[in-house]
């Protein structure tokens, strides 16, 4: 390759390759991406009533509540994918029940068992959250961590021959302080397929989006005779994930290299006193948003970041919806929804990539693979050539050039269409402009441009 972004492209065709090998191998579709959010945890005012009174009313639940009164406002702003964490967990329990010395500490990943968390509403109430979503369009995936449990979790106290071992005889924590690793040669994987099956028939959510016990996979359980990295018996239970009805899966780490996809700890930002690393890693990864894997997480989801992020193929990790709402001011919630729009007007022709380079460095972002049509993504102005009767629709501004140019200037910030030109008598231009303009309404008058 001639450039760092050259060389990003040939990086992503090969992930690409192997990640499509692996999953037509296991059985597998490619799970697209959709805006998210991750659904917050009860807050303190009502866990500590659930402690005093026990569950509340269903309409009174956690989940009953944020579909009735929460969703529609997220799908308003673009959101069109849910990420439930449905588990009892540490959070759901009070300091007392904790184990002495366990380091737990009332976290909302720490998880206790695969039952449906009394706490937030169980089964009725999460049901309702799910068919309420789908009734609007969005899919919802439950937060599943099949390499890790909370060190109270009594599945641990039962079972711990399902403990994952470092080679100085000490559990594998991944230096958390309340979380253990679990085993997927253990009886844990049998338990957790099982359970996932039983939540997905009973609520009809959509799959998992599976945390990555920082990069799981990769550690080494030291009580097998010949210790290796867990890439393969991942790849197992995947597809014991796929039999279990999740028909849709999002692996925050693995990768078919065994890389996790970020966990820059922005999170800090948004609450308490930010973290001078966290800001570094913040500004380290401005302008850097084109790597070849499929995601990014922890990453603060302003809307310019995004926009590199979604023009080169990749996405932002879901906040808590609370945190997502109190991070971002107004125009940037409209800048996000207008990213979103633009990304299902144009996700299907998003085939090859290729990073645009000019005197400033990285000025674009350019698809192809769909016969007749190109997808350019502009950071700054350049040109671009238009085949001979060939149509451009600018889908940021939402409107077709008229009469279509030999060349144009981008504008920084807009997305743009252009197709060749059609057959004599197709009406295939017609109906493809009236698709777009169908799947983006954008909000008419005055934008903000990045």
Request: charged share 20%; no cysteine; aromatic share 12%.
């Amino acid at each position: 390759p001639s450039s760092v972004l050259q060389a990003a492209d040939w990086w992503r065709e090969a992930v690409l390759y192997l990640d499509r090998l692996y999953r037509e191998q296991l059985g597998l579709s490619d799970t697209e991406f959709r805006p998210a959010i991750l659904v917050d945890p009860p807050d303190e005012a009502y866990l500590q009533s659930y402690f005093a009174n026990g569950s509340p009313p269903l309409e009174q639940t956690w989940f009953y509540r944020f579909a009735e009164e929460k969703l529609v406002d997220f799908h308003s702003k673009g959101i069109r994918r849910l990420i439930v964490i449905p588990w009892e967990e540490d959070g759901d329990h009070q300091a007392g029940d904790y184990l002495p010395g366990s380091g737990s500490w009332g976290s909302w990943n720490g998880i206790w068992s695969l039952e449906i968390s009394p706490a937030s509403g169980g089964v009725a109430a999460l049901k309702h959250l799910v068919q309420k979503a789908h009734g609007m369009g969005m899919d919802v995936l439950f937060w599943a961590s099949p390499g890790h449990l909370s060190n109270s979790s009594p599945l641990l106290v039962a079972h711990p021959d399902w403990l994952v071992w470092r080679a100085d005889g000490t559990p594998e924590t991944a230096d958390y302080e309340d979380i253990t690793g679990v085993s997927p040669y253990s009886g844990f994987r049998a338990y957790s397929a099982g359970k996932y099956a039983e939540a997905i028939a009973a609520t009809g959510a959509d799959g998992l989006w599976v945390d990555s016990f920082l990069t799981y996979g990769v550690y080494v359980d030291y009580t097998q005779p010949t210790p290796t990295y867990l890439l393969d018996k991942t790849l197992e239970m995947i597809r014991t994930w796929k039999d279990a009805g999740a028909g849709k899966l999002v692996i925050e780490g693995v990768g078919p290299i065994g890389i996790s996809s970020g966990g820059y700890g922005a999170e800090v930002l948004l609450v308490g006193e930010p973290d001078p690393q966290a800001v570094a890693n913040i500004a380290a990864l401005q302008g850097l948003e084109f790597a070849p894997t499929h995601t990014y997480v922890d990453v603060t989801p302003d809307g310019d970041m995004t926009y590199r992020m979604i023009a080169s193929g990749n996405f932002v990790h879901p906040y808590f919806s609370g945190w997502y709402g109190l991070s971002l001011p107004a125009d940037q919630m409209e800048l996000l929804r207008l990213r979103f729009r633009e990304y299902e007007a144009v996700k299907a022709w998003m085939v090859h990539r290729r990073l645009l380079e000019s005197a400033n460095g990285w000025s674009g972002v350019e698809w192809t693979g769909t016969p007749g049509r190109t997808v350019v993504f502009a950071f700054e102005p350049f040109q671009v050539t238009v085949p001979e009767g060939g149509t451009v629709l600018d889908v940021t501004a939402n409107a077709t050039m008229t009469p279509p140019p030999a060349t144009f200037t981008t504008e920084a910030g807009h997305t743009y269409v252009i197709r060749e030109a059609s057959p004599a008598g197709s009406p295939a231009t017609a109906i493809f402009f009236g698709v777009l303009f169908f799947l983006a309404p954008l909000a008419a008058g005055k934008r903000r441009r990045p």
